[in-house]
């Protein structure tokens, strides 16, 4: 008789993993802070005399800047978060937003991405990264993703790029940075944006460089799940005075701006967003941002603990760390021994453990009926049907064959390696995942759930 808890044995865990969201009372000191001065939202967004100084000004300045008791660039709590995140992220400007996908939209508008264009991004991703691309009306262009560090393939980006391509958005996925020498070398070459996508890899740096410095923009996300965290929240960097000014601008109602002496080009993207963040949330950032690298620390040493305990199991792909990689989460590979069970199988007897782990996004971006469908605004195909555009671009998933083959055959998403869980819960997980694949052979006899599973957190 097989111990697996899925065919009847004891579980190895019965108690849930805890919550990553970590509090305590620098954050209760800055809320209250809010709260007694009761200051919410110090954003002015009509246009002072000063305007175009404070449009430009790095971050580091902007927080002493005391012109009036509302300013262009957002009230105390504000400024002070964008010049603390400029100063650990080595970014002369940060631009605080109310999400990632409000900064990933706000910085192809920046870059006066539009109609026509196309932006060429990684297939596997949140669909947030996708949907950005579609805010200013510009066209997603997928590219697969390398085995390596499952983020975009540099030889597929250049496989993708035409005469439309204006922009490429990498995401550091799960952590892992991606291949930004040779993606700067692409965009270099042939005259491209570069936005890196950061919402997982707040602190991972390649080749000793901090993610979201080697673009035009970095794009951070907060919200509740993420490394840290404000609930929800977002920011952009950049090291551009001109980019962060058009940034500033879209996040914070542009359209109210502009006057008679401002040109075309600055009209261009300028909507009148309101993309701002509110006081609240940037004191809680203020708080998370100081204790990220020990947040940070925790993450690496539970991972690192976590992949040396099971490294040995033959049937587990165990990711490869440096020093330099914040996990966000650990993407195991399961290797499908001929004969043996469907990975849906797996991961149905490791959740029986008490271990909840997951199979990656429920699907690839693309193949998102948006997409596929090509609906997006109003009823015609829009922005597919501009006459800007005037080109056939269908979405095929199945083109993909590295990134499907993950999703469908082979990861298993582990999440929980942030603070307070420590080294007695990954002993737990490590006891399951051997378990499990010790017993692969008994779990033949069960046939793989239909469907997508709904996982309870
Ligand atoms: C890679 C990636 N990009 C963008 C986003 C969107 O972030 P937000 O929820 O802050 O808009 C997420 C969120 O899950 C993400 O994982």
Redesign the pocket.
């Known amino acids: 008789m097989s111990e697996l808890a899925i065919l009847g044995g004891t579980p190895v865990r019965t108690t849930p993993f805890r919550s990553s969201v970590f509090i305590d009372d620098d954050e209760r000191t800055l809320i209250s802070e809010v709260l007694e001065k009761r200051e919410f939202s110090r954003f002015m967004g009509s246009p002072t005399e000063d305007i175009e100084k404070q449009l430009i000004m790095p971050s580091a300045e902007a927080v002493d800047y005391k012109s009036q008791y509302f300013t262009f660039l957002g009230g105390r709590m504000i400024r002070q978060f964008e010049a603390d995140f400029s100063k650990k992220f080595h970014s002369p400007f940060s631009i605080t937003v109310?999400?990632?996908?409000?900064?990933?939209s706000t910085a192809l508008g920046a870059c006066n991405i539009g109609p026509g264009d196309e932006v060429i991004t990684t297939c596997m991703?949140?669909?947030?990264?996708a949907m950005?691309i579609l805010m200013f009306n510009a066209i997603p262009v997928f590219a697969d993703i390398s085995p390596a560090n499952y983020c975009i393939d540099p030889d597929k980006i250049r496989m993708a790029i035409t005469d439309r391509t204006k922009a490429i958005i990498v995401?550091?996925?799960l952590g892992f940075p991606a291949h930004m020498e040779e993606i700067m070398k692409i965009a270099d070459e042939k005259g491209l944006y570069v936005i890196e996508?950061?919402?997982?890899a707040p602190g991972t740096e390649y080749q000793g460089q901090m993610v979201g410095t080697f673009g035009h923009f970095g794009?951070?996300?907060?919200?509740e799940?993420?490394n840290f965290m404000t609930g929800?929240?977002?920011m952009l960097v950049t090291s551009r005075p001109d980019l962060a000014r058009k940034a500033r601008l879209i996040r914070n109602h542009g359209e109210s701006v502009p006057d008679s002496t401002w040109t075309d080009t600055d009209l261009i993207n300028i909507v009148g967003m309101n993309f701002r963040m509110t006081e609240l949330t940037a004191a809680l950032g203020i708080a998370q941002l100081r204790k990220m690298d020990e947040n940070n620390r925790t993450r690496k040493e539970n991972t690192f603990y976590l992949c040396e305990k099971i490294s040995h199991l033959p049937d587990l792909g165990v990711p490869v760390y440096h020093d330099g990689i914040v996990p966000?989460v650990i993407p195991f590979v399961y290797k499908t021994p001929k004969g043996g069970p469907h990975r849906d199988i797996v991961l149905d007897a490791l959740r029986a453990e008490g271990i909840p782990v997951g199979s990656g996004y429920q699907r690839l971006m693309c193949d998102n009926p948006v997409f596929t469908r090509k609906i997006a605004y109003g009823g015609h195909n829009c922005p597919w049907s501009c006459h800007l555009y005037n080109r056939k671009r269908d979405y095929d998933p199945s083109e993909f064959t590295v990134a499907t083959d993950l999703l469908k055959n082979r990861f298993i998403w582990f999440y929980h390696i942030g603070k307070p869980n420590e080294k007695a819960d990954m002993d737990d997980a490590a006891k399951a995942f051997i378990k499990v694949f010790q017993n692969l052979d008994d779990l033949k006899t069960l046939s793989a759930p239909k469907g997508p599973k709904k996982y309870k957190w």
């Open positions: 109310n999400s990632c996908t409000s900064a990933l991703s949140f669909n947030a990264t950005s995401v550091h996925l996508d950061c919402a997982q794009a951070y996300s907060f919200q799940t993420k929800e929240g977002g966000h």
